[in-house]
């Protein structure tokens, strides 16, 4: 409940224009995310697992991913993928790599948000047919690549905001530095996508003809 209740203020907060309030964006997603994990673990190691649990959890989640890429998508657009680096048009908030700064592309948050609402109503088909759906290895990995990948979107927001008006774009520290958090969101960006069809392949292999088969 806590983690629904912080959705609207992470969704809020990276368009806010202070470095502070950025900050405080990437600093909520941080609690939310391991708290995510940590509820979990409580969970199936205290065995207290519930039904309203297993409602909220996915709720959460699913709420948190809007949260995140919808306000990444907005900050991050770009009518092409790669754009060359200092481009007078590209928008400050894509991610700085060697090879030009990178967008985030519409097609990348359907696919991400459309395979969580499908898996999620194909879950509750699957339910009320008696089938628990567990998460899979890959899924599991795929929601470890989405929370780098957010993680390293957010702090861009909070960090590129400070060291603009600190007068630090400039600094080579600061471009290796861009470099290198622009590197692991582009590949775990990558990552997740990748993970996220793959999931939704094998789950479609290993339960779509009892779910859908009668």
Do not use: C
């Amino acid at each position: 409940m806590g983690r629904i209740a912080l959705t609207p203020l992470i969704a809020w907060l990276p368009f806010a224009t202070s470095w502070s309030a950025r900050l405080a964006a990437f600093v909520l997603f941080l609690v939310a995310a391991i708290t995510d994990y940590w509820d979990g673990h409580l969970a199936r190691t205290r065995n207290l697992v519930t039904d309203l649990g297993r409602l909220l959890d996915p709720l959460a989640d699913n709420a948190l991913l809007v949260a995140t890429l919808v306000p990444m998508y907005f900050l991050q657009r770009h009518e092409a993928f790669v754009v060359p680096v200092d481009s007078p048009d590209a928008p400050p908030f894509l991610f700085l790599t060697p090879i030009g700064e990178v967008a985030l592309p519409l097609w990348i948050v359907v696919v991400v948000l459309g395979r969580e609402l499908f898996m999620t109503v194909f879950r509750q088909i699957a339910a009320r047919r008696g089938l628990v759906i567990a998460a899979i290895g890959p899924a599991k990995w795929k929601t470890t690549f989405q929370s780098i990948w957010l993680g390293a979107a957010y702090f861009w927001f909070f960090a590129h905001t400070l060291a603009e008006q600190q007068a630090w774009l400039g600094e080579s520290g600061f471009r290796f530095f861009a470099w290198f958090n622009g590197g692991v969101g582009v590949v775990s960006m990558v990552g997740a996508v990748a993970l996220t069809l793959w999931s939704l392949v094998l789950y479609m292999r290993r339960y779509g003809r009892v779910v859908f088969g009668g």
